[in-house]
Protein backbone atom coordinates (compact mmCIF):
# COMPACT_ATOMS: atom_id res chain seq x y z
CA UNK A 1 0.00 0.00 0.00
CA UNK A 2 1.60 3.68 -0.78
CA UNK A 3 1.48 6.27 1.15
CA UNK A 4 -0.27 9.52 -0.44
CA UNK A 5 1.81 11.89 1.46
CA UNK A 6 4.78 10.64 -0.55
CA UNK A 7 5.78 12.19 -3.86
CA UNK A 8 7.76 9.26 -5.49
CA UNK A 9 10.54 10.50 -7.75
CA UNK A 10 12.04 7.89 -9.83
CA UNK A 11 11.41 5.01 -12.39
CA UNK A 12 8.73 1.79 -12.05
CA UNK A 13 9.80 -1.71 -13.21
CA UNK A 14 7.04 -4.02 -13.32
CA UNK A 15 8.49 -7.96 -13.40
CA UNK A 16 5.52 -10.26 -13.56
CA UNK A 17 2.70 -8.38 -11.65
CA UNK A 18 5.08 -6.87 -8.90
CA UNK A 19 6.75 -3.71 -9.21
CA UNK A 20 10.00 -1.91 -7.98
CA UNK A 21 10.44 1.66 -7.55
CA UNK A 22 13.97 3.32 -8.39
CA UNK A 23 14.59 6.65 -6.93
CA UNK A 24 13.97 8.23 -4.01
CA UNK A 25 10.43 9.26 -2.01
CA UNK A 26 10.86 12.62 -0.67
CA UNK A 27 7.66 13.78 1.93
CA UNK A 28 5.25 16.27 0.76
CA UNK A 29 5.78 19.55 1.78
CA UNK A 30 3.35 22.19 4.26
CA UNK A 31 3.66 25.45 4.61
CA UNK A 32 4.94 26.56 8.08
CA UNK A 33 2.87 30.12 8.98
CA UNK A 34 3.69 32.01 11.74
CA UNK A 35 1.08 33.33 14.71
CA UNK A 36 1.46 36.76 15.67
CA UNK A 37 0.67 37.46 19.86
CA UNK A 38 0.78 40.18 21.43
CA UNK A 39 0.90 40.38 25.10
CA UNK A 40 2.29 41.89 28.45
CA UNK A 41 0.70 45.67 27.71
CA UNK A 42 2.09 47.99 29.87
CA UNK A 43 2.36 51.91 30.91
CA UNK A 44 4.79 54.07 32.46
CA UNK A 45 6.06 57.41 30.40
CA UNK A 46 5.20 55.37 27.49
CA UNK A 47 2.89 51.90 26.27
CA UNK A 48 4.94 48.97 25.81
CA UNK A 49 3.76 45.54 25.32
CA UNK A 50 5.92 42.73 23.38
CA UNK A 51 4.87 40.34 20.25
CA UNK A 52 5.81 37.20 19.72
CA UNK A 53 5.57 34.57 16.86
CA UNK A 54 4.51 31.45 18.42
CA UNK A 55 3.83 29.88 14.62
CA UNK A 56 6.48 27.50 13.25
CA UNK A 57 6.96 30.15 10.25
CA UNK A 58 9.30 33.28 10.05
CA UNK A 59 6.82 36.89 10.38
CA UNK A 60 8.30 39.22 7.83
CA UNK A 61 7.91 42.99 7.05
CA UNK A 62 6.15 43.40 10.54
CA UNK A 63 4.58 46.46 10.71
CA UNK A 64 2.83 47.55 14.02
CA UNK A 65 1.35 50.05 16.01
CA UNK A 66 0.47 51.51 19.05
CA UNK A 67 -2.64 53.83 19.64
CA UNK A 68 -4.22 55.66 22.04
CA UNK A 69 -7.90 57.23 21.65
CA UNK A 70 -9.86 59.16 24.36
CA UNK A 71 -8.80 61.68 26.58
CA UNK A 72 -7.30 64.20 25.88
CA UNK A 73 -3.61 63.38 24.40
CA UNK A 74 -1.23 65.77 23.47
CA UNK A 75 1.56 63.95 22.42
CA UNK A 76 2.45 60.44 21.49
CA UNK A 77 -1.38 59.25 20.57
CA UNK A 78 0.04 57.51 18.04
CA UNK A 79 3.65 55.13 17.23
CA UNK A 80 4.09 52.63 14.57
CA UNK A 81 7.19 50.88 13.31
CA UNK A 82 8.01 47.73 11.54
CA UNK A 83 10.41 44.51 12.37
CA UNK A 84 12.07 42.71 8.98
CA UNK A 85 12.00 39.90 10.85
CA UNK A 86 10.64 37.64 13.55
CA UNK A 87 11.49 34.18 13.53
CA UNK A 88 9.51 31.32 15.74
CA UNK A 89 9.21 31.16 19.40
CA UNK A 90 10.88 34.40 18.99
CA UNK A 91 9.77 37.81 20.93
CA UNK A 92 10.18 41.59 20.19
CA UNK A 93 9.31 44.33 22.37
CA UNK A 94 7.24 47.29 21.25
CA UNK A 95 7.50 50.60 23.54
CA UNK A 96 5.32 54.10 21.83
CA UNK A 97 6.68 57.60 22.03
CA UNK A 98 6.60 59.62 25.01
CA UNK A 99 3.07 60.37 26.13
CA UNK A 100 1.87 63.40 27.29
CA UNK A 101 -1.97 64.18 28.41
CA UNK A 102 -4.98 63.69 30.74
CA UNK A 103 -7.65 61.13 31.19
CA UNK A 104 -9.20 57.91 30.61
CA UNK A 105 -8.02 56.67 27.26
CA UNK A 106 -8.19 53.24 24.85
CA UNK A 107 -4.74 51.36 24.15
CA UNK A 108 -4.62 49.05 20.76
CA UNK A 109 -1.77 47.57 19.90
CA UNK A 110 -2.04 45.89 16.42
CA UNK A 111 0.41 43.99 14.11
CA UNK A 112 0.39 42.51 10.32
CA UNK A 113 3.15 40.43 8.87
CA UNK A 114 4.04 39.75 5.14
CA UNK A 115 2.53 36.74 4.85
CA UNK A 116 -1.18 38.08 5.78
CA UNK A 117 -0.87 37.18 9.91
CA UNK A 118 -2.23 39.80 12.03
CA UNK A 119 -3.42 40.43 15.61
CA UNK A 120 -4.47 43.30 18.34
CA UNK A 121 -4.16 43.54 22.00
CA UNK A 122 -7.08 46.16 23.10
CA UNK A 123 -6.95 47.83 27.06
CA UNK A 124 -7.54 51.12 28.97
CA UNK A 125 -5.27 53.37 31.03
CA UNK A 126 -5.34 56.66 32.91
CA UNK A 127 -3.20 59.46 31.08
CA UNK A 128 -2.12 61.81 33.90
CA UNK A 129 0.69 64.19 32.53
CA UNK A 130 3.60 62.49 31.74
CA UNK A 131 2.14 58.76 32.75
CA UNK A 132 0.12 56.02 31.81
CA UNK A 133 -1.27 54.55 34.67
CA UNK A 134 -3.67 51.69 35.65
CA UNK A 135 -2.90 49.82 32.37
CA UNK A 136 -5.21 47.11 31.77
Do not use: Y
Amino acid sequence: KLNTRLLAIGVVLFTSGSFFLLGSAHPSSTLSQPVLQITDMVGGKTVGANISNIGDGNATDVIWSINLEGGMIVKGAATSGNKLLILPNSTFPLRSDKIIGFGKTTITVSATCAEDVTADLTGTGFVFAFWVLNVK
